[in-house]
Each structure stands twice: as C-alpha cells, then as structure tokens.
C-alpha cells in the first residue's frame, strides 16, 4: 500500500514521534509512505513529500511537526472535497493516517461516512477533549509546562504577598487548568465546565488571606466564562474564535483585585504550553498510537482511531471520537476543590 500521513489544527509535542512510529511499522510490512503538506490543506493542494527511513530519524524528541499543519477544513473550501479525492487518487495512495484532534478527525469522519474514505485516526491534543480516548498525546508535556509555571510563580507570589492568576489552553473544556492546578496546588481553578463565580473565587482567595497565607495562585482556563468577556472576532474555517484574544486572565486579575484589595499579577502561558520536546509519557503514548494506526492501516480497518483505554491501546470509531467534546468530569474538579482557600 501506499499510505499518507498529515497532521492537522495545533500542533503539539509528540507529532513527529506519531509519524516515526506510522512509518517504521509500515515499512516494516512492506508499505510506502507519503507525507501530506500541512493537513487538509495539502490534499487540497495536492503537495506531498516521500517519507523514507532517513525523514524519520532522529523524530522522537522533536517537537512541532516536519509535516507542517493548517486549520484547512475541506467542507469550507469551494471544490475542497473533490480536490481531497481527486489528489489522493492521482497521487495513487491507499490509505490515510491523520492525527489530528476534533476538527481533523471529525474532516475524517465525514470523509469516511459519505465516501468511505480509507482513513485512520490518532487522537492529538494538549487540551485532551476527545472523546472515546482516555488521553490524548500532548496533554501531559502542556500539563508538564503549565505545572512547572505555576510553581515558578509561587516562589515569587510567596515574595510579594501577591495573588498570581496564570491563564492556560483548552478552548471549551479545562483538561490543562485542572491537571497542572491540581499538579501546581492552586487556591482556586476556573473552568469552563464549573460555574464558580468571580465572588465565591474571592472569597476562598479571602479566606486563605484570614489563614495567614498572603499569597494566592489561581489557575483559569481560557474559555472560561467571565461576565463582561466576549468571543468576539474572527473564526477559523471549523468555526473556532481565538480564545486568547478574550484576556480573560487580564479581567479576572482586575476584579480580583478590585474585589479583595490584593495586588494582583497575571501570565498568559500561550503557546509556550503547545512548543518543544515531549514528555517521555507523550513520546511513549504517541509511539504505541502510531503502531496502532499502522495496523489499522494493514489490517484494512479504516474509520478506526486508536485510543487509549486504561494502559490498552484499543481502536474506535472515527465517529464516535468526534461526536462530542470530553469535558472534566465533576469528581476531577472535586480533587481541585479540596484545596481551595
Ligand atoms: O486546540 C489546541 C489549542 O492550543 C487550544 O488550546 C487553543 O485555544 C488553540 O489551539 C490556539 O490556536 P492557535 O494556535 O490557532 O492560536
């Protein structure tokens, strides 16, 4: 077979240790392997790149992607999902590895319902909101930067008798915020799932101050709902607004300190959390992904996604991985809610 690799939306660290893996395993069994120019958008375009032996090496601790990525979505473009199957077919290729999370897969999906596209999927995301997968690869190097962070701005909060809040990722779920807040013990962790007001946020903030602690770390998760905070401005091609343009750290800052009287200091962590190296959790998770969509891919099983299901590496639809967001279930808030104030 002839396969093709794209990754899509951000990247993340372990991308390229997913297209190692892919690729060993496939030329292990006799296959070729393509690579495809910045997601969709390269079979939209039609630009490929031949992976052989020598472009995988060296991958496993590099971060970003040596395939480039894009927010190209096909359904958005005139003539895009023509342009998808008529490259893939007079490029000659069989198969389709595309990791990518909700929007490149959920592309895949619906190229595979109304197509029966031969594709296969390997769930990619620092803000671990796909469903059908316990995890998904990137979410534990972001965690990684988030937490070490957070305890960077502890020493110097401790310093100044400050409050520091520290805006993270995660669009629409607050996967990043919980994990490093729990990882970073944090007073207070606003996400989107939990409607804690900016009220009872400072008087936990308060009450830590009443207990002799003069500084406080909040963590907030930037989707989080804020009164006075819009998703204003443009939208990508899947319908996604930037999020980081609504600073909602730099308002929640201001009321807090407005409401406790507390010097208060803000850090975005922005891209930071999605750049370099992957954990060694990342590069082993991607590493078994990618095996696991190869065989997949051999096996002639497309509409498949690897996922992870406790320690197993098992496969799913395609469509029911994409069907809905995976949002923080209440018993992990629970475990960041003991620690509060
Ligand atoms: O989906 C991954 C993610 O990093 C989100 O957490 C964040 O909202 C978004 O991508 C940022 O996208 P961009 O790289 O286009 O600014």
Request: aromatic residues 6%; charged residues 25%; proline residues 4%.
């Amino acid at each position: 077979m002839k396969v093709g690799v794209l990754t899509g939306g951000g990247d993340c660290p372990g991308l390229n240790a997913v297209i190692r893996a892919v690729s060993r395993r496939l030329f292990a069994r006799g296959h070729d392997v393509v690579g495809i120019r910045e997601g969709w958008r390269g079979l939209v375009d039609g630009r490929f790149e031949p992976l052989g032996p020598r472009e995988v090496s060296g991958l496993l601790p590099r971060g970003g992607t040596i395939l480039g990525t894009s927010r190209t979505n096909p359904y958005r473009v005139d003539g895009g999902v023509d342009a998808v199957l008529e490259h893939f077919r007079t490029e000659g290729l069989d198969a389709l590895v595309a990791i990518g999370g909700e929007d490149t897969l959920g592309v895949g999906a619906q190229l595979h319902a109304e197509h029966e596209f031969p594709v296969v999927g390997v769930p990619k995301t620092i803000d671990n909101d796909l469903s059908a997968t316990d995890y998904t690869f990137g979410f534990d190097t972001a965690v990684f930067i988030c937490t070490e962070a957070i305890d960077r701005l502890h020493t110097t909060a401790e310093s100044h008798n400050r409050v520091m809040v520290v805006e993270v990722m995660g669009r629409h779920t607050g996967w990043i915020a919980v994990m490093s807040g729990i990882a970073g013990g944090a007073d207070m962790i606003l996400i989107p799932e939990q409607p804690v007001s900016i009220e009872d946020a400072c008087k936990e903030i308060r009450h830590r101050h009443d207990r002799g602690k003069d500084f406080s770390i909040v963590v907030v998760s930037e989707g989080y709902e804020l009164e006075g905070v819009a998703d204003e401005g443009e939208v990508d091609e899947f319908g996604h607004v930037r999020l980081s343009e609504r600073g909602v750290g730099a308002q929640l800052a201001s009321q807090i300190e407005q409401q406790t009287g507390f010097e208060t200091r803000v850090t975005v962590l922005g891209h930071v959390q999605r750049g370099g190296s992957p954990t060694p959790r990342d590069r082993v998770l991607a590493t078994r992904y990618g095996l696991k969509a190869a065989d997949l891919v051999h096996d002639g099983s497309f509409g498949r996604m690897a996922a992870l299901h406790g320690d197993r590496i098992v496969d799913v639809s395609l469509e029911e991985a994409t069907a809905e967001l995976k949002r923080v279930p209440d018993d992990w808030f629970e475990v960041a809610r003991a620690f509060f104030g």
